[in-house]
């Protein structure tokens, strides 16, 4: 079957510290890779995507490289700051179906001065 | 500004009172999705539709209903609320693009409480 995995957290980081949270994931068929963000409160927003290998996907100074011979779609920030605290969804859909994203269990980010 | 909206952002039930939760998009996507959250867990596809094509998950519970009068419109109808069914709801909607869907935005979603 088709599964997420991303690193448990809480991540908590200084600010202007490197983040890095890992995602594998194992699929059928040829996915398209997300990472999805959600604040507290708050609904799910797209951060960012890559739709088939080697791609970048990169947003608000987050960035992940589609990486299918290692299955892996790790999230990066050169320098996080206190408003990225959010907990970091990564998930999959493969292509040709009209139906769901597979979610990793999410990471929550904490941020500190 | 384009989106999806739900109401209400809070909603309390009784148990075993019936609820409607409300989901409209002006994105004017074909594709409308009903997602379950529970506390620091991923979200859970419940049904989907396709237009007017109704598509549910195999483990989603009878409990669970859905009715789309337009394409802008979607409602999740809890029959009988349990307090394992509380949770927070997510709405997304997508457009569907060839073979495949685009992009699936959500939107803030609606929190139920069960008391």
């Known amino acids: 079957g088709n599964s997420v995995t991303q690193m448990e957290g809480p991540v908590t980081l200084s600010e202007e510290a490197f983040l890095t949270i890992n995602c594998t994931y194992t699929?059928?068929?040829?996915?398209?890779l997300f990472w999805y963000v959600q604040y507290p409160g708050e609904g799910l927003q797209l951060l960012l995507k890559?739709?088939?290998?080697?791609d970048k996907g990169s947003n608000k100074g987050f960035e992940a490289t589609y990486r299918k011979e290692t299955t892996s779609f790790h999230l990066e920030k050169g320098s996080v700051q206190v408003s990225d605290s959010a907990v970091y969804f990564c998930?999959?859909?493969?292509?040709?179906?009209?139906?769901?994203?597979?979610f990793g269990t999410g990471t929550r980010l904490q941020v500190t001065l | 500004d384009a989106m999806v909206i739900q109401n209400p952002r809070y909603q309390v039930t009784q148990f075993g009172k019936p609820v409607t939760l409300s989901c409209s998009q002006t994105?004017?996507?074909?594709?409308m999705y009903w997602y379950q959250q529970k506390s620091s867990q991923a979200p859970k596809l419940l049904f989907h539709?396709?237009?007017?094509?109704?598509?549910n998950e195999a483990d989603t519970p009878d409990n669970f209903q859905s009715r789309r009068p337009n394409t802008s419109f979607c409602f999740l109808d809890i029959r009988s609320p349990g307090l394992g069914d509380a949770a927070m709801y997510l709405c997304?909607?997508?457009?569907?693009?060839?073979?495949?869907?685009?992009?699936?935005?959500f939107g803030p979603g609606t929190r139920l409480t069960v008391l």
């Open positions: 997304a909607t997508s457009r569907l693009a060839g073979l495949s869907t685009d992009t699936q935005y």
């Open positions: 699929a059928t068929g040829y996915p398209s």
């Open positions: 890559a739709t088939k290998a080697d």
């Open positions: 998930a999959l859909r493969l292509i040709g179906t009209a139906s769901k994203l597979t």
């Open positions: 994105l004017n996507h074909n594709v």
């Open positions: 539709y396709y237009d007017k094509d109704f598509n």
